[in-house]
């Protein structure tokens, strides 16, 4: 605590959604707070949702980036940081003794783990051998050497990408033709919802008014305790655009649960600790995954309000020390409200942005 008796937190890359997430869930708190916002770019509207904002380097320059942030966590004397962009997460990863000997808690998964979500292809090859049921993907490379007799739909992303940035979809050889695929590409086999009722997705099926379709998405997000105990799991079915949720459905099924509980367990044996995240899709084989975010997400507030505020549990755990039974009964939540997001307004002082 500091001397206001407010815990220091400080949380990077608060001009994305998720930075922004993790703000208000942390404002939602019981636990008293300062927070400390970062990023690369003055304009971040999250900046000036914090009680004191830091513009720092962008992490492609680790060194300049690394020097800054540890500067920062020593003058602010930030006790717990949050990172909160994919791009950040292995730098924070690295940084946790140094960060620790300034006496400052990074709620961060280990780099391995870090390395194993970030990559996708090395997402499915790591989870196919744990017997876990990751989409199946391959190098872009490896796909167009036998493209002409592939099963299609199939969707074409960077290995390394979030938020839906660069993802497309191929119909069949033609589309591979003209699309212009290079090895930082990955092509995942399409996964079908069963809640669609289809067997054989058209483009008619898989594109909405001009978008990729992404409805009946099984999100799942799990509070896991600094000795790799799972605390609490929530799930939801989700509708995003663009990558980005605008319909949460809260869900109690005990099989979506107990699957969630099944894969989270694999991932700490992995070495994963603190927040963490997979999406997919409910198909005839069960759920398949399709994506995995070893951090806090974008609707990390929309949980907070309905009862489940991860944010809040973290601290309470990895710097309180609290025992997991009096955190766990914490995180409650029910199924009788339902989110639906939209874009919103942020009005700053002039003032602050020039300062």
Same mark, same amino acid.
């Given at each position: 605590?500091?001397?206001?008796?407010?815990?220091?937190?400080?949380?990077?890359?608060?001009?994305?959604? /998720?930075?922004?997430?993790?703000?208000?869930?942390?404002?939602?708190?019981?636990?008293? /707070?300062?927070?400390?916002?970062? $990023?690369?770019?003055?304009?971040?509207?999250?900046?000036?949702?914090?009680?004191?904002?830091?513009?720092?380097?962008?992490?492609?320059?680790?060194?300049?980036?690394?020097?800054?942030?540890?500067?920062?966590?020593?003058?602010?004397?930030?006790?717990?940081?949050?990172?909160?962009?994919?791009?950040?997460?292995?730098?924070?990863?690295?940084?946790?003794?140094?960060?620790?000997?300034?006496?400052?808690?990074?709620?961060?998964?280990?780099?391995?783990?870090?390395?194993?979500?970030?990559? #996708?292809?090395?997402?499915?090859?790591?989870?196919?051998?744990?017997?876990?049921?990751?989409?199946?993907?391959?190098?872009?490379?490896?796909?167009?050497?036998?493209?002409?007799?592939?099963?299609?739909?199939?969707?074409? #992303?960077?290995?390394?990408?979030?938020?839906?940035?660069?993802?497309?979809?191929?119909?069949?050889?033609?589309?591979?033709?003209?699309? $212009?695929?290079?090895?930082? $590409?990955?092509?995942?086999?399409?996964?079908?919802?069963?809640?669609?009722?289809?067997?054989?997705?058209?483009?008619?099926?898989?594109?909405?008014?001009?978008?990729?379709?992404?409805?009946?998405?099984?999100?799942?997000?799990?509070?896991?305790?600094?000795?790799?105990?799972?605390?609490?799991?929530?799930?939801?079915?989700?509708?995003?655009?663009?990558?980005?949720?605008?319909?949460?459905?809260?869900?109690?099924?005990?099989?979506?649960?107990?699957?969630?509980?099944? /894969? %989270?367990?694999?991932?700490?044996?992995?070495?994963?600790?603190?927040?963490?995240?997979?999406?997919?899709?409910?198909?005839?084989?069960?759920?398949?995954?399709?994506?995995?975010?070893?951090?806090?997400?974008?609707?990390?507030? /929309?949980?907070?309000?309905?009862?489940?505020?991860?944010?809040?549990?973290?601290?309470?755990?990895?710097?309180?020390?609290?025992?997991?039974?009096?955190?766990?009964?914490?995180?409650?939540?029910?199924?009788?409200?339902?989110?639906?997001?939209?874009?919103?307004?942020? %009005?700053?002082?002039?003032?602050?942005?020039?300062?």
């Amino acid at each position: 605590m500091g001397q206001s008796g407010k815990l220091t937190v400080a949380v990077t890359g608060v001009g994305g959604g /998720v930075g922004q997430s993790v703000i208000r869930a942390l404002r939602l708190s019981a636990v008293p /707070v300062r927070i400390v916002g970062m $990023d690369a770019d003055p304009w971040a509207v999250g900046l000036y949702q914090c009680d004191a904002r830091e513009v720092i380097p962008l992490v492609g320059d680790l060194d300049a980036y690394a020097a800054a942030l540890l500067q920062l966590v020593r003058s602010h004397q930030v006790k717990v940081l949050i990172p909160a962009t994919d791009t950040e997460l292995h730098a924070v990863a690295s940084l946790r003794s140094e960060l620790a000997e300034l006496g400052c808690t990074a709620i961060v998964s280990s780099p391995d783990f870090v390395h194993i979500a970030r990559d #996708k292809l090395l997402s499915y090859q790591t989870l196919a051998a744990a017997g876990l049921p990751f989409v199946r993907t391959e190098a872009a490379r490896d796909f167009l050497g036998s493209y002409a007799s592939a099963s299609y739909p199939v969707i074409v #992303k960077p290995k390394g990408g979030s938020a839906s940035i660069g993802a497309r979809v191929l119909h069949g050889p033609r589309d591979v033709e003209r699309d $212009d695929l290079d090895d930082d $590409d990955i092509v995942q086999h399409y996964l079908l919802p069963t809640s669609w009722n289809i067997e054989t997705a058209k483009r008619a099926d898989v594109m909405k008014m001009g978008r990729l379709r992404q409805e009946d998405e099984v999100s799942i997000q799990a509070v896991i305790a600094p000795n790799g105990e799972i605390v609490s799991v929530f799930a939801s079915i989700n509708e995003l655009r663009d990558g980005v949720p605008t319909r949460v459905c809260p869900t109690l099924d005990p099989a979506i649960l107990d699957f969630g509980r099944t /894969v %989270f367990e694999s991932f700490v044996r992995m070495g994963h600790i603190g927040p963490c995240n997979f999406q997919g899709r409910m198909t005839d084989d069960g759920i398949v995954i399709y994506e995995i975010n070893p951090r806090f997400t974008g609707i990390t507030a /929309v949980r907070a309000a309905m009862g489940w505020n991860e944010v809040e549990a973290a601290l309470r755990l990895f710097v309180g020390a609290e025992p997991i039974h009096s955190v766990a009964p914490r995180l409650g939540y029910g199924t009788d409200t339902i989110c639906l997001r939209y874009i919103t307004e942020e %009005f700053v002082r002039r003032a602050d942005i020039e300062s």
